[in-house]
Each structure stands twice: as structure tokens, then as C-alpha cells.
């Protein structure tokens, strides 16, 4: 049974960045409740109502996987450490985006499939790309007289597809013998220990825990046989997971987090409703913070126009009262405006100038290569405010 638990109010879909702030675009904005719920039964935790993916995956789709260093070392990082583990001759990924982690790999190996036209177009001169969504017809298009794929990956793709049964059932017909999956996506030990509210948006139909994954994928007949914790996006989760049949044993790893995952009660509906009364506490907190340095009228913009910022500021109502711009790497959100809340985007170039006296970390995942890029910033006197795992100026 699922029990809502989280009530993040309206939100607006968060990649969706607004060309113009005039009345007449402003007004056919898309908004839809976001009520956060746990399954009882599987123990997943989900958007209560989630948004259909057609609105979502458009060829409008800004996000670009490649734009931080940080994300691209560890695509390399990991297609690496699976071709060194698994030696596959046929790679697919399930949401390629901007081809990231397939071009780590020989073309003659992959196959790319990603639903957004716009990055299935920068992949599709090089490696074979099907501008698709993830669903068993699919599957069996491309693998019906072909040979299965050896390793599926698919990195924070899996918790945005609403129908997990197809997913998994898909990926069970197109998966070799001994082939495995190979997912990450936010980890909501992660998200309950950092009060990391901000992972739920209108993608994230899921957040998983290793005690859900390993749930959900048995009535597909596979089996999670390994679990990594990762760094990424404030703290993942890597599976891995095969066919019922197929040779790997259950690593020491998983049952480690497994047990790790039961000890902070995430099968227990309670756990929820505590965390919800700490994001509470962590809206009022952060609008504190804000309030008291506008009152001294200094200046704060915003660091990265990420969907993480999208659900803060529509959550919290912080809009250009509180925050004069954003600035992102982006080239195609530069000149936008935020979604909801209509802040105006511009390039760090611009607006990381002397004139910015805090800068929120809408990118708090990537604070370490930020701080780094932002020493010039700190060093005159900068500050970052964040709101993880606690509202708060950091002071160095
Ligand atoms: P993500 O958290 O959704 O992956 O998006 C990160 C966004 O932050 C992306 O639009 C790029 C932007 N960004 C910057 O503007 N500057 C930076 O230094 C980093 C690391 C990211």
C-alpha cells in the first residue's frame, strides 16, 4: 500500500527552463502536486502521481550529463572498470543524454538509446542511437535477431521510467545469459541521512534503496547480486543485477548495505514522516538565512541551475526577492529562466563578479570542484550558502 508522507507542493517540471518571462508564456507553464509516498509492501519510495514522461523527455531536454568534470571522469572511470570486470563485446545504454559514458567504449559495441531527439542527435552520427523510450517493443526491435547485450548500463535513467515492470521485463529479454544491468541512480539512504529533499522532482519517479531494488526486480526473474556506494549527484547507489540463472554470487558489499539500509529503518514508514518534519524545519531554516542577509542588503545569486534548486525554490517560495540571477555552465539555459520561479540565467562569466556577495549552492553536489573553481570568489570575501545536510553560510 502506498502513504504519502512528503507534500513539496506545486512544482513546475524542473528541466523545463522558460525561453521568455513575457505573461502570455508564463501563463501556459505546466505545475503538478508533488506528494512523495513509501510502498509498504516493496518498500520503494516514489512521486505519489507522477507527470507523464512525454512532457518531460521533449527535444527541448537541457541537461547535459558532460557539463561537470567531476561527472565526466567518472563516466570514464566506470566504463572502464566495466569492460576491465566483464569483458563485454555488446554495451547498451538506456539514456544515453550526450554520449558521456558511450564514448568511453569502441562504436562497434554499443547501441544508445535515448528518448530526448535533441541528444540522440549529437550521439546518432557515431554510434548506433535509437531516439526512443525504454519499453519492451523497443527491446524487441532492436534485439529480436541480434546478439543480447552483454552489460546494460544506465545512469540516472532507470528511477525517471514510471512502469518499472516493462523496464525490468525489457531488460531481462535483452540482457545475455550471463549479461548484467548496471544502474545508478540517487541513493535514499543518502537523501533521509542529508536531508537531501531536493533529489524528489518531477524526473525522480523513484528513489531507490537497495532493500527496494532488490524487491522490484524479482518479478521481472532477476536478481540484485552487487551494490557500490558512489559519489555523484550528493550520494548514489551503483546495482548490479543479472538473470536468475546467470553465474555471480551475492557480494559481501551488498549485504552490508543491505544491512546498512535496515539499521536507518528505511523499510519502516515512521523513518518518512520524521524526514518530512526535518525538511520542514530545513524550509523555515533556509528562509531565515536569507531573510537576515537581505536585510543588510546584500547581494545573492545562485550557483547552477540544477532541478535540485527548481524544488527548493518552488518548495520554499524564493524567487527574485531573494535571488537576482542564476548562473550555469549551460550554454542552452543561459538567457532562460528558471522554471516556477522565473529567476533570469546567465553565464558564471558574467555573474560570478565582484559584486556577488553569496551564492547559493543550487549544484551542492558538485561543491568540491565549485570551491575549487571559486577560490577567487572566497578569497575577497564570498560566501556559500547551502542547504545540505542543514541550512547554513559556508564560512570556508
Ligand atoms: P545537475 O546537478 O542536474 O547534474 O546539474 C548541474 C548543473 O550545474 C548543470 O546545469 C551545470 C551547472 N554547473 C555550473 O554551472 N557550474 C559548475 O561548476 C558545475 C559543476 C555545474
Redesign the pocket.
Known amino acids: 500500500m502506498k502513504k504519502n508522507f512528503l507534500n513539496l507542493g506545486k512544482q513546475p517540471l524542473a528541466n523545463s527552463f522558460l525561453s521568455s518571462n513575457t505573461k502570455k508564456n508564463l501563463s501556459k507553464e505546466f505545475f503538478y502536486n508533488l506528494r512523495v509516498a513509501f510502498d509498504t509492501d516493496s518498500y520503494l519510495v516514489s512521486v505519489a502521481k507522477p507527470v507523464n514522461p512525454k512532457l518531460q523527455y521533449t527535444d527541448k531536454y537541457?541537461?547535459?550529463?558532460s557539463?561537470?568534470?567531476?561527472?565526466r571522469n567518472a563516466f570514464s572511470k566506470i566504463a572502464k572498470k566495466l569492460d576491465n570486470r566483464f569483458d563485454p563485446k555488446i554495451v547498451m545504454e538506456i539514456g544515453s543524454n550526450d554520449g558521456v559514458f558511450i564514448r568511453n567504449f569502441n562504436k562497434r559495441k554499443i547501441i544508445a538509446v535515448e528518448p530526448c531527439k535533441n541528444l540522440a542527435d549529437l550521439t546518432k552520427q557515431k554510434y548506433k542511437t535509437y531516439p526512443n523510450f525504454w519499453t519492451i517493443s523497443l527491446a524487441k526491435k532492436i534485439f529480436l535477431n541480434s546478439k543480447k547485450a552483454d552489460i546494460i548500463f544506465s545512469a540516472n535513467t532507470i528511477s525517471h521510467i514510471p512502469d518499472l515492470a516493462q523496464t525490468f521485463d525489457a531488460i531481462n529479454l535483452s540482457l545475455s545469459a550471463n549479461g548484467v544491468l548496471v544502474i545508478e541512480d540517487p541513493s535514499l539512504l543518502s537523501v533521509v541521512k542529508n536531508n537531501s529533499y531536493d533529489q524528489f522532482y518531477d524526473e525522480h519517479v523513484y528513489v531507490f534503496s537497495a532493500i527496494a531494488i532488490s524487491n522490484v526486480v524479482k518479478n521481472s526473474n532477476l536478481r540484485l547480486f552487487d551494490t557500490e556506494k558512489i559519489d555523484t549527484?550528493g550520494g548514489s547507489m551503483r546495482y548490479y543485477i543479472c538473470k536468475n540463472n546467470a553465474k555471480y554470487k551475492k557480494t559481501k558489499n551488498l549485504i552490508k548495505i543491505i544491512n546498512e539500509e535496515k539499521k536507518a529503518n528505511l523499510n519502516k514508514f515512521k523513518t518518512y514522516e520524521k524526514f518530512s518534519k526535518r525538511v520542514i524545519s530545513s524550509k523555515y531554516k533556509l528562509l531565515k538565512i536569507l531573510k537576515k542577509i537581505k536585510k543588510k542588503n546584500k547581494k545573492i545569486i545562485s550557483?547552477?541551475?540544477?532541478?535540485?534548486s527548481s524544488t527548493v525554490f518552488n518548495y520554499c517560495n524564493i524567487g527574485k526577492k531573494y535571488i537576482q540571477y542564476v548562473?550555469?555552465?549551460?550554454i542552452n539555459?543561459q538567457g532562460k529562466f528558471t522554471p516556477g520561479k522565473h529567476i533570469p540565467i546567465i553565464s558564471?562569466d558574467v555573474g560570478m563578479n565582484d559584486t556577488v556577495d553569496y551564492a547559493f549552492l543550487?549544484?551542492w553536489?558538485?561543491k568540491k570542484?565549485?570551491l575549487k573553481?571559486e577560490k577567487k570568489f572566497i578569497k575577497r570575501g564570498g560566501k556559500f550558502i547551502t542547504h545540505v545536510p542543514y541550512p547554513r553560510i559556508i564560512s570556508k
Open positions: 537541457a541537461h547535459r550529463a557539463e561537470s568534470i567531476t561527472m549527484h550557483y547552477g541551475a540544477t532541478y535540485k548562473t550555469d555552465t549551460t539555459k558564471p543550487g549544484a553536489n558538485f570542484e565549485i573553481k
